[in-house]
């Protein structure tokens, strides 16, 4: 598997790839790749003639007290799962070839950051704005593909292509779980065996959400607490919020109406995890 580091060595593939007319998809990581990646590698694969995986822990949307200094890193294994999948490169910068010395340009989204995850972790979307603009910038692809699980991040991802007009189709991928329900996550590896048993809580939240949507509950506050008091009965489980928002606004709802995200992010020891499910009504 190819590696670049530098933006100068993906540029000049790039514009090779480009002047034979050939499609690039990117795939935007932080690495210790799951079959969640995996997935978004392989519709790049078909919707493009090659594929770029950018792997960076970027340090930009990490809090203070946050796990950047312990995010898993593991460049060999997912070198092989890239290889394996049909990717043709790997971009991997070390943070000050992404961010030089005076580094002071911020992509600063208001309106659907400040809700979900962006109430707890305050900077973390103008740090995932500005990385995947210049990761955009660097690459220039046709397509870029992410994971509905991080489901406020993409519609986030797609405001900030339609605001800047930049000519980048986004293609958001389904959430790709566990045989017991719960969602693929590079943080999984958090969880101790009792953490990670009490995780499956999550997705049976979400399917009893989504059960009572279909059996016509429309109240969004009866659904939300049905969910957060199941997942109370898990006492290594602590929420940081469920919630049910307009998916285009990110703003709660009350009645389940339109296009509806219902998102949650709940802790079990030193992992938070985050799920969701989606519904238009
Ligand atoms: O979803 C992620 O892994 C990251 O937020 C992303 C999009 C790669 C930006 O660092």
């Known amino acids: 598997m190819i590696v670049l580091k530098t933006i100068d060595e993906v540029r000049k593939q790039v514009k090779a790839w ?41 340090p930009m949307q990490f809090g203070p007290n946050e796990d950047l200094e312990s995010y898993p890193r593991d460049l060999e294994a997912d070198s092989k799962l890239c290889e394996e999948t049909g990717a043709d490169i790997i971009f991997n910068p070390e943070p000050s070839e992404m961010y030089a010395d005076g580094f002071c340009s911020y992509v600063n989204m208001t309106g659907l950051p400040d809700a979900l995850c962006g109430l707890t972790r305050p900077v973390h979307f103008k740090g995932v704005c500005t990385v995947v603009n210049k990761l955009f910038n660097i690459v220039t692809p046709d397509r870029a593909y992410f994971g509905q699980k991080d489901a406020q991040q993409l519609a986030i991802i797609m405001r900030m292509v339609k605001d800047l007009n930049m000519d980048i189709e986004i293609i958001g991928c389904p959430i790709i779980r566990e045989a017991d329900g719960l969602a693929k996550s590079s943080r999984n590896i958090y969880l101790t065996k009792e ?4 995780a ?40 940081d919020y469920v919630e049910m928002v307009n998916m285009d606004t990110m703003k709660s709802i009350d009645k389940v109406e339109g296009n509806i995200l219902c998102a949650m992010a709940v802790r079990f020891g030193k992992a938070r995890l985050i799920d969701n499910f989606m519904k238009t009504i």
Do not use: C, W
């Open 200 to 239: 499956v809580v999550l997705s049976k939240a979400v399917k009893l959400g989504e059960q009572m949507i279909v059996s016509g509950e429309r109240d969004a506050y009866v659904i939300v607490n049905s969910m957060k008091e199941l997942i109370s009965k898990e006492p290594l489980a602590d929420i």
């Open 195 to 198: 953490e990670r048993e009490a």
């Open 18 to 58: 480009k002047e034979e007319g050939l499609s690039v998809g990117l795939v935007p990581t932080m690495g210790y790749l799951h079959e969640g990646h995996q997935s978004l590698i392989k519709k790049s694969v078909e919707g493009n003639d090659r594929t770029v995986v950018s792997i960076f822990v970027n």
